[in-house]
T-cell receptor, first 111, second 116 residues
Framework: DAKTTQPPSMDCAEGRAANLPCNHS???????VYWYRQIHSQGPQYIIH???NNETNEMASLIITEDRKSSTLILPHATLRDTAVYYC????????????FGKGTHLIIQP | SAVISQKPSRDICQRGTSLTIQCQVD?????MFWYRQQPGQSLTLIAT?????????ESGFVIDKFPISRPNLTFSTLTVSNLSPEDSSIYLC?????????????FGPGTRLLVL
Protein backbone atom coordinates (compact mmCIF):
# COMPACT_ATOMS: atom_id res chain seq x y z
CA ASP A 1 0.00 0.00 0.00
CA ALA A 2 1.16 3.51 -0.71
CA LYS A 3 2.42 5.25 2.42
CA THR A 4 0.10 7.84 3.92
CA THR A 5 0.87 10.56 6.46
CA GLN A 6 -1.73 12.03 8.79
CA PRO A 7 -1.52 14.33 11.82
CA PRO A 8 -1.82 12.27 15.01
CA SER A 9 -4.61 14.35 16.47
CA MET A 10 -6.97 17.23 15.78
CA ASP A 11 -9.64 19.13 17.66
CA CYS A 12 -12.80 20.60 16.18
CA ALA A 13 -15.72 22.45 17.72
CA GLU A 14 -19.11 20.82 17.54
CA GLY A 15 -21.14 22.10 14.58
CA ARG A 16 -18.08 23.27 12.67
CA ALA A 17 -16.53 21.58 9.65
CA ALA A 18 -13.74 19.14 10.45
CA ASN A 19 -11.03 19.02 7.79
CA LEU A 20 -8.68 16.03 8.04
CA PRO A 21 -5.61 16.09 5.79
CA CYS A 22 -3.69 13.14 4.36
CA ASN A 23 -0.50 13.05 2.32
CA HIS A 24 0.00 10.17 -0.13
CA SER A 25 2.76 11.43 -2.39
CA UNK A 26 3.70 7.95 -3.70
CA UNK A 27 0.22 7.14 -4.95
CA UNK A 28 0.12 5.67 -8.45
CA UNK A 29 -2.29 6.57 -11.20
CA UNK A 30 -4.87 3.85 -10.67
CA UNK A 31 -4.88 3.72 -6.88
CA UNK A 32 -7.87 4.94 -4.91
CA VAL A 33 -7.85 6.84 -1.64
CA TYR A 34 -10.09 5.32 1.05
CA TRP A 35 -11.13 6.75 4.38
CA TYR A 36 -12.29 4.68 7.33
CA ARG A 37 -12.96 5.66 10.91
CA GLN A 38 -12.95 3.74 14.17
CA ILE A 39 -15.13 4.94 16.99
CA HIS A 40 -13.96 3.77 20.38
CA SER A 41 -14.71 0.09 21.05
CA GLN A 42 -16.12 -0.49 17.58
CA GLY A 43 -14.81 -1.98 14.34
CA PRO A 44 -13.67 0.40 11.58
CA GLN A 45 -16.36 1.94 9.40
CA TYR A 46 -16.02 2.82 5.73
CA ILE A 47 -16.58 6.52 5.03
CA ILE A 48 -15.73 7.38 1.45
CA HIS A 49 -13.25 6.77 -1.34
CA UNK A 50 -12.10 8.49 -4.54
CA UNK A 51 -9.69 8.34 -7.45
CA UNK A 52 -9.19 11.89 -8.69
CA ASN A 53 -12.51 13.68 -8.63
CA ASN A 54 -13.99 15.14 -5.50
CA GLU A 55 -16.57 12.88 -3.91
CA THR A 56 -19.47 13.47 -1.54
CA ASN A 57 -21.83 11.13 0.26
CA GLU A 58 -24.12 11.33 3.24
CA MET A 59 -21.22 11.09 5.67
CA ALA A 60 -18.49 13.29 4.24
CA SER A 61 -16.76 14.94 1.31
CA LEU A 62 -13.39 13.98 -0.10
CA ILE A 63 -11.22 16.57 -1.81
CA ILE A 64 -8.27 15.21 -3.78
CA THR A 65 -5.61 17.57 -5.11
CA GLU A 66 -5.00 17.70 -8.84
CA ASP A 67 -1.62 15.96 -8.51
CA ARG A 68 -3.29 13.36 -6.25
CA LYS A 69 -0.50 13.62 -3.70
CA SER A 70 -2.81 14.68 -0.91
CA SER A 71 -6.46 14.69 0.07
CA THR A 72 -8.76 16.15 2.70
CA LEU A 73 -11.73 14.50 4.34
CA ILE A 74 -14.40 16.99 5.31
CA LEU A 75 -17.09 16.36 7.89
CA PRO A 76 -19.33 19.38 7.22
CA HIS A 77 -21.07 19.69 10.58
CA ALA A 78 -19.16 17.71 13.16
CA THR A 79 -21.03 16.22 16.11
CA LEU A 80 -19.74 14.63 19.31
CA ARG A 81 -20.40 11.23 17.74
CA ASP A 82 -17.77 11.98 15.10
CA THR A 83 -15.04 11.67 17.71
CA ALA A 84 -12.97 8.77 16.38
CA VAL A 85 -9.69 7.75 14.79
CA TYR A 86 -9.76 8.46 11.06
CA TYR A 87 -7.63 6.39 8.71
CA CYS A 88 -6.55 7.41 5.21
CA UNK A 89 -5.59 4.28 3.22
CA UNK A 90 -4.31 3.75 -0.31
CA UNK A 91 -4.52 -0.01 -0.88
CA UNK A 92 -2.27 -1.31 -3.64
CA UNK A 93 -4.67 -4.04 -4.62
CA UNK A 94 -7.73 -1.88 -4.49
CA UNK A 95 -9.92 -2.19 -1.43
CA UNK A 96 -10.53 -5.89 -1.99
CA UNK A 97 -7.25 -6.94 -0.43
CA UNK A 98 -6.41 -6.72 3.23
CA UNK A 99 -5.89 -3.15 4.37
CA UNK A 100 -2.78 -1.61 5.89
CA PHE A 101 -3.79 0.76 8.66
CA GLY A 102 -1.44 3.54 9.72
CA LYS A 103 -1.80 5.38 13.00
CA GLY A 104 -4.57 7.64 11.70
CA THR A 105 -5.80 10.95 13.11
CA HIS A 106 -7.59 11.03 16.43
CA LEU A 107 -10.31 13.62 15.89
CA ILE A 108 -11.82 15.03 19.05
CA ILE A 109 -15.01 17.04 18.73
CA GLN A 110 -15.30 19.58 21.51
CA PRO A 111 -18.73 20.63 22.83
CA SER B 1 -24.00 -3.41 3.54
CA ALA B 2 -23.02 -6.68 5.16
CA VAL B 3 -23.87 -7.32 8.80
CA ILE B 4 -21.12 -9.11 10.66
CA SER B 5 -21.26 -10.69 14.07
CA GLN B 6 -18.46 -12.11 16.16
CA LYS B 7 -18.48 -14.52 19.07
CA PRO B 8 -17.43 -14.19 21.77
CA SER B 9 -17.49 -10.43 22.17
CA ARG B 10 -14.89 -10.71 24.91
CA ASP B 11 -13.09 -13.38 26.89
CA ILE B 12 -10.50 -13.83 29.59
CA CYS B 13 -8.23 -16.83 29.09
CA GLN B 14 -5.36 -18.47 30.90
CA ARG B 15 -1.96 -18.64 29.29
CA GLY B 16 -1.31 -21.83 27.39
CA THR B 17 -4.93 -22.32 26.40
CA SER B 18 -6.57 -21.48 23.05
CA LEU B 19 -9.50 -19.34 22.00
CA THR B 20 -11.59 -19.79 18.88
CA ILE B 21 -13.35 -16.72 17.53
CA GLN B 22 -16.31 -17.03 15.20
CA CYS B 23 -17.24 -14.58 12.45
CA GLN B 24 -20.69 -14.79 10.84
CA VAL B 25 -21.85 -12.71 7.85
CA ASP B 26 -25.45 -12.23 6.74
CA UNK B 27 -24.57 -12.63 3.05
CA UNK B 28 -22.24 -14.76 0.98
CA UNK B 29 -18.79 -13.29 0.52
CA UNK B 30 -15.70 -14.63 -1.17
CA UNK B 31 -13.02 -12.93 0.88
CA MET B 32 -12.84 -12.59 4.64
CA PHE B 33 -10.01 -11.00 6.58
CA TRP B 34 -8.77 -11.28 10.14
CA TYR B 35 -7.06 -8.40 11.94
CA ARG B 36 -5.45 -7.87 15.32
CA GLN B 37 -5.48 -4.60 17.23
CA GLN B 38 -3.10 -4.54 20.14
CA PRO B 39 -3.78 -2.11 23.00
CA GLY B 40 -3.41 1.49 21.85
CA GLN B 41 -2.35 0.43 18.37
CA SER B 42 -3.80 0.37 14.90
CA LEU B 43 -5.11 -2.70 13.11
CA THR B 44 -2.73 -5.28 11.66
CA LEU B 45 -3.82 -7.80 9.05
CA ILE B 46 -3.32 -11.38 10.18
CA ALA B 47 -4.58 -13.35 7.19
CA THR B 48 -6.97 -13.53 4.26
CA UNK B 49 -9.44 -16.41 4.23
CA UNK B 50 -11.04 -17.48 0.96
CA UNK B 51 -13.62 -20.21 0.92
CA UNK B 52 -12.25 -23.45 -0.46
CA UNK B 53 -8.58 -22.63 -0.09
CA UNK B 54 -5.95 -22.29 2.60
CA UNK B 55 -5.72 -18.95 4.35
CA UNK B 56 -2.94 -16.61 3.29
CA UNK B 57 -0.94 -15.28 6.25
CA GLU B 58 0.88 -11.96 6.51
CA SER B 59 4.48 -11.71 7.55
CA GLY B 60 4.86 -12.40 11.24
CA PHE B 61 1.76 -14.58 11.52
CA VAL B 62 1.85 -18.37 11.18
CA ILE B 63 -0.79 -21.03 10.79
CA ASP B 64 0.29 -22.96 13.89
CA LYS B 65 -0.42 -19.95 16.07
CA PHE B 66 -3.46 -18.61 14.20
CA PRO B 67 -5.27 -21.48 12.44
CA ILE B 68 -8.22 -20.32 10.36
CA SER B 69 -11.18 -22.21 9.00
CA ARG B 70 -13.49 -21.08 6.21
CA PRO B 71 -16.08 -23.82 5.76
CA ASN B 72 -18.56 -21.78 3.71
CA LEU B 73 -19.24 -18.36 2.23
CA THR B 74 -20.79 -16.88 5.38
CA PHE B 75 -18.59 -18.15 8.21
CA SER B 76 -15.01 -18.26 9.41
CA THR B 77 -13.13 -18.98 12.61
CA LEU B 78 -9.81 -17.77 13.92
CA THR B 79 -8.10 -19.72 16.69
CA VAL B 80 -5.40 -18.09 18.78
CA SER B 81 -3.31 -20.96 20.13
CA ASN B 82 -1.00 -21.37 23.10
CA LEU B 83 -2.05 -18.04 24.53
CA SER B 84 0.38 -15.68 26.21
CA PRO B 85 -0.28 -12.23 27.70
CA GLU B 86 1.14 -10.70 24.49
CA ASP B 87 -1.90 -12.07 22.65
CA SER B 88 -4.18 -9.75 24.60
CA SER B 89 -5.77 -7.74 21.80
CA ILE B 90 -8.95 -7.06 19.91
CA TYR B 91 -9.45 -9.47 17.02
CA LEU B 92 -11.64 -8.31 14.15
CA CYS B 93 -12.94 -9.94 11.02
CA UNK B 94 -13.93 -8.08 7.90
CA UNK B 95 -15.48 -8.91 4.56
CA UNK B 96 -15.33 -7.36 1.14
CA UNK B 97 -18.38 -5.48 -0.02
CA UNK B 98 -20.16 -7.24 -2.84
CA UNK B 99 -23.20 -5.02 -3.12
CA UNK B 100 -21.88 -2.11 -5.07
CA UNK B 101 -19.47 0.15 -3.21
CA UNK B 102 -16.24 -0.53 -4.97
CA UNK B 103 -13.90 -2.78 -3.08
CA UNK B 104 -14.66 -1.59 0.41
CA UNK B 105 -14.70 -3.64 3.56
CA UNK B 106 -17.11 -4.06 6.42
CA PHE B 107 -15.82 -4.91 9.86
CA GLY B 108 -17.24 -6.91 12.70
CA PRO B 109 -17.46 -5.47 16.22
CA GLY B 110 -14.36 -7.30 17.38
CA THR B 111 -13.50 -9.81 20.09
CA ARG B 112 -11.63 -8.49 23.11
CA LEU B 113 -9.19 -11.04 24.49
CA LEU B 114 -7.36 -10.73 27.78
CA VAL B 115 -4.79 -13.38 28.61
CA LEU B 116 -3.75 -13.77 32.22
Amino acid sequence: DAKTTQPPSMDCAEGRAANLPCNHSTISGNEYVYWYRQIHSQGPQYIIHGLKNNETNEMASLIITEDRKSSTLILPHATLRDTAVYYCIVPKGGGADGLTFGKGTHLIIQP
Amino acid sequence: SAVISQKPSRDICQRGTSLTIQCQVDSQVTMMFWYRQQPGQSLTLIATANQGSEATYESGFVIDKFPISRPNLTFSTLTVSNLSPEDSSIYLCSVEDTTGVRETQYFGPGTRLLVL
